[in-house]
């Protein structure tokens, strides 16, 4: 179904944020495309059903199913955020912009936001002495009237026909949205496309009657009635994000809800599980002996997604890696392994990175995760306000990125998986994944054998996933030396562990089909990293057991995705931090979706430009009586001129106004010669040496104008310079500026106070 909304007068749509002068932001991106948040959507819709309800004295579980029950009941409508048209075409043009060199003057998100965006200011008034109260005036940007936003809105199972016509009736009644909606502000139009309801009478029609439940009829007819050991593969998967998600990790701070920058296994293992349950219709899922032998009895190994771009999934880097805080280093990085941290000034790398082999080393390429942070509120909507205590921020992964990561079970089992699921599907992951957040799309790839690690001592074992061991009384153990026996135990053999880079991390996870959190554990985090070598040296034991522990994992909880280690080559005395430059393209791209907006905010810099420019003409003579136009052109004939622009509409009428400076009004005396005899006004402009340069009247901007550096972005965008619309106005803006900044300079030196 497809979602739109028109402003039909100025909406403030707040991000909970100021900026200078600006009290109060507008939402937007980080190329300056404004959009309004989904869950802002989601809210005004549930009320405006709620009070559809209302009116006609329906039930509200109508609702509930629509929307969910905060808490309780996940409802079967999801909401995406709603952009601009073209946003998405928009915003890559945008990009190239902003990073190429040759043009990154075009665009930024100020001028971006201002094309879509005005100001408003207001202030509170003291009810008693009805003047405006000290320190109260506020500053707030509002977007413009008729500015269109659409979303797609999505289901995870049908709609009935009573659902589908609350659904366009809240949408009919929607009306405003936004800040200050009660006090003229946010006034909008809503619509729904694509839901099979026609007009309100057809909807009143659905609303009356009653319906049984629908239910899925896909079932599986075959289950595999009993697993066989065989060989035990790997089955990737994708999850493309359509929207930002939020993987909520644990802080401080109430107000702020940090994510995680990978999706663990628990998460993704929650999502297969729900998957199995809705395909095949399992009303009591624990009862069905492939539910039961796939997700309950852990067969399947659910990995940890970690982000993936261009093919090549990243890991969490080794702990072991560290940055170098010397600018004046002779190189980037430094393996503490090898060269101790006290030598120099360093500290973790950090983050997602590919470990490749160079010529002069290990290649180090990391990624950066794009994350987002979005204000949020819940407002009453009796009162209008927000609730006590409801403000709250949330980090995000910015939709657009790949999390890619593996399944691991036998050959007969994930193919059986495959044929439940499918090869993709739309998922749902993480806080608020029934509006704005958590859309995305999980894709599987093609089962494959397990990698054998390639083993030169000593070895370097990496912390993938998070590893939880426990020690011989069960309780959580993160010592070298519990590492070093769960290693044993699964080798047969005797081992050291040389050297360690390690951190701890504690967690624990929210079961939402249980709403009870999983057990408190201790673990190692990732990135945490291992030298272990075998006292007697490699053998086929040694190797057939880290093979396992590959395969399998390590510790406790591995079908959820924890215990994930990975094997790396451990000489990293040489690397090097791989710096990527973009190759920028010097033609010039020529925007097709941006095109108009470009054009728009090109002109408004070209008139901003030739302000300046008139600006300076009357200051390049000085700002003094010495200034032969300060000195001839009073505040009377600078109000006359400005006058004339005002009222001109082409550069002809502009030139019969001047005309009207050689003769009074009343004024039908000529010379001898029978021209116009000149008057005192026009003398005073041809002393200032002017006159020539007004009757000319654009010629001086445009010529200015095609010197400007900025001349090649208007080529760019085939503006045309021979127009006498653009001509004209930009003209005026010239003399406007020229002759408004004589008014204020006369004023300054103590003239005629003048209205500027």
């Given at each position: 179904m497809r979602f739109a909304i028109t402003t039909l007068s100025y909406t403030a749509i707040g991000s909970g944020e100021g900026a200078g002068i600006i009290d109060t932001e507008l939402v937007a991106h980080a190329d300056g495309l404004p959009y309004i948040p989904a869950k802002r959507i989601k809210g005004v819709l549930l009320e405006s059903a709620t009070e559809v309800t209302e009116m006609l004295g329906i039930?509200?579980?109508?609702?509930?199913?629509?929307?969910?029950?905060?808490?309780?009941?996940?409802?079967k409508v999801w909401i995406g955020n709603l952009e601009v048209?073209?946003?998405e075409e928009i915003s890559r043009e945008l990009k190239?912009?902003?990073?190429?060199?040759?043009?990154k003057g075009l665009t930024n998100k100020e001028k971006i936001l201002s094309h879509f965006s005005d100001t408003r200011q207001n202030t509170s008034i003291d009810l008693e002495t009805e003047v405006a109260k000290e320190h109260t005036l506020r500053t707030f940007r509002v977007l413009k009237p008729g500015i269109v936003f659409k979303a797609t809105i999505e289901v995870d199972s049908p709609l009935t026909e009573a659902e589908k016509a609350l659904l366009y009736l809240a949408c009919l009644n929607l009306q405003k949205i936004g800040l200050k909606r009660n006090r003229g502000f946010g006034k909008v139009k809503a619509s729904i496309k694509g839901i099979d309801v026609k007009d309100i009478d057809q909807a009143l029609e659905f609303l009356k009657k009653t319906h049984a439940k629908e239910n899925p009829t896909k079932r599986a007819n075959e289950r595999l009635g009993a697993f066989k050991d065989g060989k035990t593969m790997r089955l990737k998967y994708t999850i493309k994000t359509d929207s930002p998600l939020v993987i909520s990790k644990k802080n401080g701070d109430q107000s702020m809800i940090d994510s995680l920058e990978m999706l663990p296994g628990t998460t993704v293992r929650g999502i297969i599980a729900d998957r199995m349950i809705r395909s095949l219709d399992l009303a009591e899922a624990h009862n069905d002996e492939l539910f039961f032998e796939l997700i309950l009895n852990g067969r399947l190994r659910v990995e940890t997604a970690f982000p993936e771009k261009d093919g090549e999934i990243y890991y969490p880097t080794p702990m072991n890696i560290h940055k170098i805080k010397d600018y004046n280093a002779s190189k980037d990085l430094v393996d503490i392994f090898e060269e101790p941290s006290g030598m120099v000034k360093s500290k973790p790398l950090g983050g997602f990175s590919m470990i490749t082999d160079g010529d002069d080393g290990k290649i180090i390429t990391s990624i950066s995760i794009s994350k987002?942070?979005?204000?949020?509120?819940?407002r009453d909507r009796e009162t209008g306000h927000n609730v006590d205590g409801s403000l709250f921020y949330y980090e995000s992964l910015e939709a657009g990125q790949d999390f890619s990561g593996f399944i691991?079970?036998?050959?007969?089992?994930?193919?059986?998986?495959?044929?439940?699921?499918?090869?993709?599907?739309?998922?749902?992951?993480?806080?608020?994944s029934s509006s704005q957040y958590g859309n995305?799309?999980?894709v599987f790839g093609e089962m494959e054998d397990i990698p054998e690690p390639e083993l030169e001592e000593p070895i370097l074992l990496v912390v993938a996933s998070p590893v939880i061991l426990h020690n011989d009384f069960g309780f959580p153990d993160t010592s070298a030396d519990r590492l070093c026996r769960e290693i044993e135990q699964i080798t047969k053999c005797k081992i050291n562990i040389e050297r360690v880079a390690i951190n701890i991390e504690d967690f624990d996870n929210y079961v939402g089909i249980w709403k009870i959190n999983n057990e408190r554990e201790i673990a190692f985090a990732p990135g945490s990293s291992f030298i272990v070598s075998k006292a007697s040296g490699v053998d086929i034991n040694f190797l057939n057991g880290l093979k396992k522990i590959l395969r399998d994992g390590l510790g406790e909880r591995v079908a959820e995705g924890f215990g994930k280690l990975r094997i790396l080559g451990s000489d990293f005395s040489e690397a090097f931090l791989r710096k990527k430059e973009e190759d920028l393209d010097s033609n010039p791209v020529i925007p097709e979706h941006s095109l108009q907006m470009l054009e728009e905010i090109m002109l408004e810099e070209m008139s901003s430009f030739a302000a300046h420019r008139g600006f300076l003409k009357l200051i390049s003579r000085g700002k003094n009586e010495n200034n032969p136009y300060l000195a001839n052109i009073t505040n009377h004939l600078a109000g006359r001129i400005l006058a004339f622009l005002s009222s001109s509409t082409c550069k002809g009428d502009f030139v019969k106004e001047l005309k009207k400076l050689y003769k009074k009004d009343d004024d039908t005396k000529k010379a001898a010669n029978g021209e116009l005899k000149p008057k005192k006004a026009a003398n005073s402009l041809e002393k200032a040496g002017i006159m020539n340069d007004l009757k000319?009247?654009?010629?001086?901007?445009?010529?200015?104008?095609?010197?400007?550096?900025?001349?090649?972005?208007?080529?760019?965008?085939?503006?045309?310079?021979?127009?006498?619309?653009?001509?004209?106005?930009?003209?005026?803006?010239?003399?406007?500026?020229?002759?408004?900044?004589?008014?204020?300079?006369?004023?300054?030196?103590?003239?005629d106070r003048v209205e500027l």
């Open positions: 039930e509200k579980t109508l609702v509930d199913s629509l929307f969910g029950v905060a808490g309780v009941s996940k409802g048209k073209n946003h190239y912009f902003n990073s190429n060199k040759l043009f987002d942070v979005q204000f949020h509120n819940t691991v079970s036998t050959e007969d089992e994930l193919r059986v998986l495959q044929e439940v699921l499918g090869d993709k599907f739309r998922v749902s992951i993480g806080k608020s995305a799309r999980l000319a009247f654009d010629e001086p901007v445009i010529n200015e104008i095609k010197q400007w550096q900025r001349a090649r972005d208007i080529d760019m965008l085939k503006i045309d310079l021979a127009s006498e619309e653009i001509k004209f106005d930009l003209a005026k803006s010239y003399w406007t500026a020229f002759f408004r900044f004589v008014r204020i300079l006369h004023k300054r030196d103590g003239g």
